[in-house]
């Protein structure tokens, strides 16, 4: 039901692509709208993980390991980058 209230919305002659969780299961009975493609991601990409894309702009501004001496060295160090 979720996919046809989708499809409904969808505007003529469009089609849509909703793309999943790699760990989504899709039923074999589904009934998929013909105007919906179900893209599904890999189990675990990296790139695709919005957490790795923080660690890694944190690694690229030197914030990663590092020792604070207290907050405002957070705050002041954080801006800095």
């Not at 505007?11 to 999943?20: F, S, T």
């Not at 009934?31 to 702009?57: C, F, S």
Request: charged share 25%.
């Amino acid at each position: 039901m979720h996919l046809a209230e989708i499809s409904n919305v969808v505007a003529p002659r469009a089609h849509a692509a909703m793309v999943l969780d790699g760990r989504a299961t899709i039923s074999p009975v589904l009934d998929i709208p013909a105007k919906i493609t179900l893209v599904r991601l890999p189990p675990y990409v990296l790139e695709l993980n919005p957490m790795e894309n923080v660690r890694a702009d944190l690694r690229a501004n030197n914030l990663a390991v590092a020792v604070f001496d207290d907050y405002d060295d957070i705050v002041e160090r954080s801006g800095d980058a």
